[in-house]
């Protein structure tokens, strides 16, 4: 098993620009989720999904859209890139769908710059 | 925001020394769980806590469920230069009836050989 995929690793972007950040897992897993990570803040959950079809907010969505139209891929969309966007991107998954009963699994990260 | 604490937000310790941190919350957890992270990787789950006054152990990782349910702690006995990294705690959160993890800001270990 791959275990839980990201690409791309590195991406520069300009303001205004839009770009997909993708994630994958060929676990079956149930849950996926993104965070993102600065600097003395820890992990922030950006969006959530519990299965197939099904999103959810979590602490800072806004700027970011989700779907989740397979039960491995949950692709973070950057629709108008903002220099506040600058991070690193985690995805991560876990198998029955409740955060705190299974372990979540985490991919490498992205890491973004907004110019 | 986030709802978890954690102290210290750095150490700075000399290998073979031991370590503690720990993580507190106004809420109460259900469960507890302590993550690793090492430079350029994603996080990796170390010990998950599942009971309240749960002691539990991972080689020279010790983890413990507080009584309360509003505090976890972590110790690393006889510390080695591979456990540079930085801990997070997390627990699950239930808010608008759906259940998220959320994590504390890390402590930042630098372990000097």
């Known amino acids: 098993n791959a275990g839980v995929t990201q690409t791309p690793k590195f991406q520069v972007l300009k303001t205004g620009q839009s770009m997909t950040l993708q994630c994958a897992q060929d676990?079956?897993?149930?849950?996926m989720s993104w965070y993102r990570q600065d600097p003395g803040m820890g992990l922030r959950l950006i969006h959530y999904s519990v299965g197939a079809g099904i999103t959810d907010q979590g602490e800072v969505p806004n700027g970011y859209n989700v779907s989740r139209s397979t039960t491995e891929d949950f692709p973070l969309r950057l629709l108008s890139a903002a220099p506040s966007q600058t991070s690193v991107y985690f995805c991560?998954?876990?198998?029955?769908?409740?955060?705190?009963?299974?372990?979540?699994?985490f991919g490498p990260g992205t890491r973004l710059t907004v110019l | 925001g986030q709802q978890l604490n954690q102290s210290p937000q750095s150490m700075f310790i000399q290998e073979g020394e031991d370590v503690s941190m720990n993580c507190t919350s106004s809420s109460i957890f259900n469960t507890w769980l302590w993550y690793k992270q090492e430079p350029g990787e994603g996080p990796v789950l170390l010990i998950a806590l599942y009971k309240a006054g749960e002691l539990t152990s991972n080689g020279r990782l010790t983890a413990q469920f507080g009584i309360t349910r509003k505090d976890s702690f972590l110790n690393i006995s006889a510390s080695i230069p591979s456990d540079v990294g930085i801990y997070f705690c997390?627990?699950?959160?239930?808010?608008?009836?759906?259940?998220?993890?959320?994590f504390g800001k890390g402590t930042k270990l630098t372990v000097n050989p």
């Open positions: 997390a627990g699950p959160l239930t808010q608008g009836g759906s259940e998220k993890l959320v």
């Open positions: 676990m079956n897993h149930e849950y």
């Open positions: 991560a998954s876990s198998y029955q769908g409740l955060a705190g009963v299974d372990e979540q699994f």
